[in-house]
């Protein structure tokens, strides 16, 4: 089906494993982002990418790695998880530059870090 | 940097009423996109509506409606003839420099029948 689609929905893992967030789009959207969604914070942004290969920070990157190999992809790494990092992710992609384009999202995936 | 700012973690309306989401916001763009998009309890992010700051007209989607005062920096959404569907998380956003969205911290719309 064509959208975009986050794996796994819920997560629970202890601090210090490592532990990835997969987003796959089928529309061949250029942009990507993965923000995270915190009670008190609303949406912030962690990473995005502009095309295959092209991936900038935003404003809370600490802590996470990510890659872009394939334009349909954007794998969300945490290295060494944390507490702090309980929270829900949000992917989301856009034909366009994420700030004049439609942001499509995907589900979520709620991770919690015991 | 960007900021966006929601003043009202907290909105009741009652069905079939009108009610206004406020949104204010900070930027050194001269020209920018604004939204608002739309979390039910179901947690998908929809797209609610788009202003394009240079044009002066607010921009309309059916029952939804802004006000936008780009001066004062200013985008409140208005929902007519509130349904019971309306009932979300909305969250207002702005361009963030370099092809990135900023997002308030959301408004909680509870719509009471």
């Known amino acids: 089906d064509a959208g975009i689609t986050q794996s796994p929905r819920y997560k629970i893992t202890e601090t210090g494993r490592q532990v990835t967030l997969m987003c796959h789009q089928t529309w061949s959207h250029s942009y990507m982002f993965w923000y995270r969604q915190d009670l008190g914070h609303g949406l912030r942004l962690i990473y995005y990418s502009a095309a295959a290969d092209i991936t900038d920070k935003g404003e809370v990157p600490d802590g996470y790695v990510v890659s872009r190999s394939k334009t349909e992809n954007f794998p969300l790494t945490l290295e060494s998880a944390t507490r702090s990092q309980t929270s829900v992710y949000f992917c989301?992609?856009?034909?366009?530059?994420?700030?004049?384009?439609?942001?499509?999202f995907g589900e979520g995936s709620r991770l919690t870090v015991l | 940097a960007q900021t966006v700012t929601q003043s009202q973690p907290e909105m009741s309306v009652q069905e079939a009423e009108t009610v206004t989401l406020s949104c204010t916001y900070d930027t050194s763009e001269s020209d920018y996109y604004l939204f608002w998009y739309k979390q039910p309890p179901s947690r998908q992010m929809i797209l609610v509506i788009r202003?394009?700051?240079?044009?002066?007209q607010n921009a309309t989607e059916n029952r939804f409606s802004v006000n936008f005062q780009k001066a004062a920096k200013s985008f409140s959404l208005k929902i007519s003839d509130s349904q019971l569907g309306d009932a979300a998380m909305y969250f207002c956003a702005t361009e963030g420099g370099s092809e990135k969205l900023v997002f308030g911290k959301g408004t909680k719309l509870t719509v009471n029948p």
């Open positions: 989301a992609s856009s034909a366009t530059s994420g700030g004049t384009g439609e942001l499509f």
């Open positions: 202003q394009e700051a240079y044009k002066q």
